[in-house]
């Protein structure tokens, strides 16, 4: 499966952005999905999941109540909508897809989630 997110930008804090992530080269369904993001100097960290179309998503404290993640199986495409955008959500932005799918994720479940991954795309959130 390849992954490629777009949608990144520079954008004033309190703004919005939406990134996508295409994929290819396999059954998109069968997958779930992750956006993770990892700013300079800091490990990557997990930002929202997906696992079945249609189920729940799963959201970082941090983010919750501003990001919404979505699927699009039939354009074999995930979405992170992201408003109310401050400088601590300036990361590259990653989508991952694991072919594991739990009915409730696990905490090792989301450290080790990620039989796929995208090259990222750069969030830049200005003060």
């Known amino acids: 499966v390849q992954l490629q997110a777009s949608g990144g930008g520079l954008v004033q804090a309190g703004g919005s952005l939406r990134l996508s992530c295409a994929a290819s080269?396999?059954?998109?369904?069968?997958?779930?999905l992750g956006w993770f993001r990892q700013a300079p100097g800091k490990e990557r960290e997990f930002v929202a999941l997906i696992i079945w179309s249609g189920g729940s998503t799963y959201y970082t404290d941090s983010v919750k109540g501003r990001f919404t993640m979505s699927r699009d199986d039939a354009k074999n495409t995930v979405y992170l909508q992201m408003n109310g955008l401050k400088p601590e959500d300036t990361a590259v932005y990653y989508c991952?897809?694991?072919?594991?799918?739990?009915?409730?994720?696990?905490?090792?479940?989301?450290?080790?989630?990620?039989?796929?991954w995208g090259k990222g795309t750069q969030v830049t959130v200005s003060s």
């Open positions: 080269g396999g059954t998109f369904s069968r997958y779930a």
């Open positions: 991952a897809a694991d072919g594991r799918r739990p009915i409730r994720p696990t905490d090792d479940y989301y450290t080790q989630f990620g039989d796929y």
